[in-house]
């Protein structure tokens, strides 16, 4: 009669993973008539994992796999704790017992993605504007994988991309995270404060995972016909003190820094 051998029922290596999560890798079998022998699992060409009915399951250290030995067996090992260095081909080999040492294995890579490091953040916004003059400020995200794609918004509406400046990608090669920017160039204009406040945000997506990290709201009001002020975040209902200057684009630091503390002391008092 036909002599069966070990066949594989079901394999599968996660594709995609988040950083900090675990991550099931499986092979199940049937061993028909043979006598199974090991299952061995490798990353890259290192083995990290062996499975044989004659001894206790063994371990063999790596960086980014650490397996949970309590939950691992025969047709399941658990990586717990999963890092950027987690990332890699992954193979399980198993073989029949001897004479003929009957082997079947299956490959699959699996990446680690690893969320931004904190939520954006807007740098360069001054306190003051003048209204239709340049103003020009950054959003960064820092440390990811693969990187964040940007989004600035304006009162909810996402900003066109001629007002955007791109960045080169910053890829720190000791740990495989990058850090991006997103400039925005526009002039406050009187229809961009038609509730009375200019809204500023920037968005950090990762499509693959469906997230989206939102930076602080900055917001700017009105006072007055020409100046632009910016509403700070910790006193969002604060009132703003009425300043006429028609010519802030040519005043000195001096005044500007004197405008700065009346509003300061305004909205103190308020």
Known sequence: S??????M??????GTKLAGESSTLVCSFDLEDDILYTVKWFKGTQEFFRYSPQSSSQYFPLPGVTVNMELSNQEEVILDNLTHESEGRYMCEISGEGPSFNTIFYVNNMTVSVPPNGLPEITGAKQL????????IDCSSYESKPPAVLS???????????RLI????????SNGLSTV?????????????????MRLKCVAGMDSFGMK????????????????????????????????????????????LTIALLLL????AS
């Open 9 to 14: 029922i079901r394999n599968h290596i996660p």
């Open 129 to 136: 504007y003048e209204l239709n003059t340049m103003m020009h």
């Open 213 to 256: 990290l939102t930076s602080e709201e900055i917001s700017y009001r009105m006072v007055e016909r020409n100046l632009v002020v910016r509403v700070m975040a910790s006193h969002p209902h604060q009132k703003v003190l009425k300043v006429t200057h028609s010519g802030l684009g040519h005043c000195s630091c001096a005044e500007v």
């Open 152 to 162: 600035w918004f304006l009162n909810d509406v996402k900003v066109n991309d001629f």
């Open 265 to 268: 002391i305004c909205a103190t």
């Open 166 to 173: 791109k960045y080169p990608v910053l890829l720190n090669h």
């Open 181 to 197: 920017k997103l400039g925005l160039k526009m002039k406050p204009e009187r229809r961009n404060f038609k509730t009375g406040v």
């Open 2 to 7: 036909e002599v069966k051998t070990l066949k």
